[in-house]
């Protein structure tokens, strides 16, 4: 049950999330920093990511953790105001610089290939103060911030992620207003955003395609979120175009400009104009693309890259009050309810993984594939002995050999979330993904693996499941 010969095995990270030193060393403040240091109850205990894993003092520790793993390769994010502080090129912060210089060569000299993201949630608040991504000044300052991190980075890294999950960041921070800024836009914030956020991927990825690749000789793409989707009543047409609709409004609309044509998915466009217009509308709320932009948006990824925890099912539901909202478009109800503040959101469904990657090789013209994060949290506190989360891991590495060996599927590389138990955003410190056991109450941070890491590290050394069906 042997997995590809030279099949990438990896763990993910984010900065914010593990770093701490939230205003060492001259980082400026992100909107994350902000936003959990006003309270206010909206993320769990008000807990906050200013020391989190302490990995901007420990890395050596997150290294040791990787070693033992046998990693391939380590997806991280670099914190954009820690490297920019004001998120300009005005003022270059030498000490962020040397941090992730210390991360890629170590990766590096330890034969681990590093996967970088570039934005990872935590914009920096001078830019947020401008606007953030419901500005299009947004577009501009990240392709200069690419551009930099390509330049300083780019002779070592040859993997990179512009945009950490801008479908459901989107969603979270500028239409329901859960993320920082914290200011919900129903209706209209989302999709200004998701216009802002694909135009700022694609000029980067032109950046690197006019000024990098050639000498770097790397890969750009973007990560996007995506869970599966069944029709609630499968002998429905209702619910079985709710499910079509669901996963257009979910993943397609990032995905088809980027990977297809330019532009949005033809039901998302009619449906956003259908509803705008009965809401009083002049003109729908999703902005359209020119066709300059089209062009320039088509064709701006060299692999898709994915993240998946869960698959749900959906069914029909008429929006007969006219309700302003994101989710209110797609006109679908959705069981399990996908709470974000709630463990309960991630249901165990390895089939979902198998039957999404289908779906994206059928879409998007059988692309090379990276899952870029995929696991199973637990609760706090949390047994070291975590027997039911490894089978969610086993499970899932089952159906990627199907999806390998039987459907030819062009997987190549596959990173659990998390390398740490960490910050998870407004759930704080009240779940753990982690392969890696962290005592948040202990000031040296210690980091003791989980039975889950122990069995991926065998899956790794095998290089696939023996001793696992």
Known sequence: MAFPEGFGWGASTAAYQVEGGWDADGKGPSVWDTFTHQGGGRVFKNQTGDVACGSYTLWEEDLKCIKQLGLTHYHFSLSWSRLLPDGT????????????????????????????????????????????????????????????????????????????????????????????????????????????????????????????????????????????????????????????????????????????????????????????????????????????????????????????????????????????????????????????????????VPWGLRKLLNYIKDTYNNPVIYITENGFPQGDPASLDDTQRWEYFRQTFQELFKAIQLDKINLKVYCAWSLLDNFEWTQGYSIRFGLFHVDFDNPTRPRVPYTSAKEYAKIIRNNGLEGHL
């Open 89 to 348: 090129t005005g003022f270059i912060n030498q000490k962020g610089i040397d941090y992730y210089n210390k991360i890629i060569d170590d990766l590096l000299t330890n034969g681990v290939t590093p996967i970088v993201t570039l934005y990872h949630f935590d914009l920096p608040q001078a830019l947020e103060d401008q606007g953030g991504w419901l500005s299009e000044a947004i577009i501009e300052s990240f392709d200069e911030y690419a551009q930099f991190c390509f330049s300083t980075f780019g002779d070592r890294v040859k993997q990179w992620i512009t945009i950490n999950e801008p479908n459901l960041f989107a969603l979270l921070t500028y239409d329901l207003g859960v993320f920082p800024p914290g200011v919900p836009h129903h209706g209209t914030g989302g999709y200004q955003a998701t216009h802002n956020l694909i135009k700022a991927h694609a000029r980067s990825w032109h950046s690197y395609d006019s000024l990098f690749r050639k000498g770097q000789k790397g890969m750009v793409s973007l990560a996007l979120f995506a869970g599966w989707v069944e029709p609630a009543d499968p002998n429905s047409a209702s619910d079985q175009e709710a499910a079509q609709r669901a996963m257009a409004f979910h993943l397609d609309i990032f995905a088809k400009p980027i990977f297809i044509d330019g532009d949005y998915p033809e039901v998302v466009k009619s449906q956003v104009a259908s509803m705008s217009k009965k809401q009083g509308y002049p003109s729908s709320r999703l902005p359209e693309f020119t066709e300059e932009e089209k062009r320039m948006i088509k064709g701006t990824a060299d692999f898709f890259a994915v993240q998946y925890y869960s698959s749900r099912l959906v069914k029909y539901r008429e929006n007969d009050k006219g309700e302003l909202s994101f989710l209110r478009d797609v006109e679908v109800e959705v069981f399990p309810d996908p709470s974000w503040i709630k463990l309960d959101w991630v249901c165990v």
